[in-house]
């Protein structure tokens, strides 16, 4: 393990990364696993790249060095990425905190102005919603084991993907700090968040408008446009085609349109509307 151990230790964040990635994986741990997957597949594309080569007409050496090459461009590639698989995780986790984190925020906050404790409203908020209900349930177990109110605050903002889940904790914890009202603290950056996610909601208006027109123009009028116009000079110069030339448009089409799909997905806003 000690040289998995000196891999980990060049990542300084990647015991954090995990905590907040709910993977219950040491850094030496996590590494090993990563580079025995990579390991397995590097020599699983090894051995199929040696036998394609080996049916071509190369010498042993260029097969030998051609094998080589691939598996091990396949390890490194395959150990990067399987390596990052815990900040995929991370911007998962993320974004469907985001998605509720307003609707659990305001939850804690009617329960606080209802003059409903803090450890209580927690507790509640713990049963209530989804992901974010996880972090909640994280603070009150914290609390349970004798962690000081504070201190528990602390660590689920440290271990928090949600940067908006972060400030809601980091208002209440400097509430709780400097003494004053919660309610207050705790109002004002659910405000900042809602200003924030109404904004992302107008950008999106505005972006949805124009790739609209592209989708219009690419999917539909050039399409449609264009096959009429080709059946029409076809017919005028007796051509014949065969199906596969059909079939090779509609999958052309098709690939257009999952591409569009594609892109109305990445631009929707990270917000429960």
């Known amino acids: 393990m000690g040289f998995f151990k000196e891999l980990a230790d060049k990542d300084k964040e990647l015991k954090r990364k995990l905590i907040m990635a709910k993977i219950t994986l040491t850094p030496e741990k996590y590494i090993?696993?990563?580079?025995?997957n990579s390991l397995i597949l590097g020599l699983m594309l090894l051995l199929t790249s040696f036998?394609?080569?080996?049916g071509l007409e190369m010498s042993g050496t260029k097969v030998l060095l051609y094998s080589l090459g691939t598996g091990i461009i396949t390890y490194f590639t395959l150990?990067?990425?399987?390596?990052?698989?815990?900040?995929?995780?991370?911007?998962?986790?993320?974004?469907?905190?985001?998605?509720?984190?307003?609707?659990?925020?305001?939850?804690?906050?009617?329960?606080?102005?209802?003059?409903?404790?803090?450890?209580t409203?927690?507790?509640?908020?713990?049963?209530?919603?989804?992901?974010?209900?996880?972090?909640?349930e994280e603070i009150v177990r914290d609390i349970d084991v004798g962690t000081p109110l504070e201190q528990a605050l602390d660590n689920a903002r440290r271990y928090s993907p949600s940067k908006k889940f972060r400030r809601i904790l980091s208002q209440i914890a400097d509430a709780l700090k400097i003494g004053v009202d919660v309610t207050q603290f705790l109002e004002s950056i659910l405000d900042e968040i809602a200003e924030s996610q109404l904004i992302e909601i107008k950008k999106y208006?505005?972006?949805?408008?124009?790739?609209?027109?592209?989708?219009?123009?690419?999917?539909?009028?050039?399409?449609?446009?264009?096959?009429?116009?080709m059946i029409t000079v076809i017919s005028l110069i007796n051509v014949k085609l065969n199906s596969s030339f059909f079939f090779l448009l509609a999958f052309?089409?098709?690939i257009i349109e999952f591409f569009f799909i594609s892109i109305f997905r990445s631009i929707r806003p990270n917000v429960n509307i």
Not at 32 to 36: A, E, G, P, T, V
Not at 123 to 134: I, L, P, T
């Open 121 to 136: 409203a927690l507790s509640q908020a713990a049963h209530s919603y989804g992901v974010a209900s996880h972090y909640f």
């Open 51 to 54: 036998f394609f080569f080996s």
């Open 32 to 36: 090993k696993k990563q580079f025995s």
């Open 79 to 119: 150990f990067y990425i399987l390596k990052h698989q815990v900040d995929v995780k991370i911007r998962k986790l993320e974004k469907d905190i985001d998605r509720e984190v307003l609707f659990a925020g305001r939850f804690l906050l009617v329960k606080l102005n209802s003059g409903t404790p803090l450890i």
């Open 205 to 229: 208006g505005k972006k949805l408008n124009g790739m609209t027109m592209f989708y219009m123009l690419l999917s539909i009028i050039l399409p449609s446009l264009g096959i009429t116009l």
């Open 252 to 254: 052309f089409l098709l």
